[in-house]
Nanobody, 122 residues
Framework: QVQLAESGGGSAQAGGSLRLSCVASGYTYCKYDMSWYRQAPGKDREFVSA???????SYADSVKGRFTISQDKAKNTLYLQMNSLKVEDTALYYCKTKGSGCPGDTYGMDYWGSGTPVTISS
């Protein structure tokens, strides 16, 4: 079964940096498109960034130019490097992938981690 576990969240000052990690477990030969979402208190969960198996990345306008998504396939780990952090970036950050018909997943099903909190202060 696909499982995702985020880490690396914490507190930082505005203008600072954090790097989030998401370790994916399951069958290592499976290739998944992966993404980051975030949810602030009282707000809907929103898309942050995504990366596909060939490394093509996309970003929400709110983070473009500040955040960088990457992955280390050997470690089954997804990263989100967050620079020039803003107070508005404060949220619970989630790693997400979608089942691709690999052993242990259900095709088309979304899989989510439990989230890692990020708090940015001014």
């Amino acid at each position: 079964q696909v499982q995702l576990a985020e880490s690396g969240g914490g507190s930082a000052q505005a203008g600072g940096s954090l790097r989030l990690s998401c370790v994916a477990s399951g069958y290592t030969y499976c290739k998944y498109d992966m993404s980051w979402y975030r949810q602030a208190p009282g707000k809907d969960r929103e898309f942050v960034s995504a990366i596909d198996s060939d490394g093509s990345a996309s970003y929400a306008d709110s983070v473009k130019g500040r955040f960088t998504i990457s992955q280390d396939k050997a470690k089954n780990t997804l990263y989100l490097q967050m620079n020039s952090l803003k107070v508005e970036d404060t949220a619970l950050y989630y790693c997400k992938t979608k089942g691709s018909g690999c052993p242990g997943d259900t095709y088309g099903m979304d899989y989510w981690g439990s989230g890692t909190p990020v708090t940015i202060s001014s």
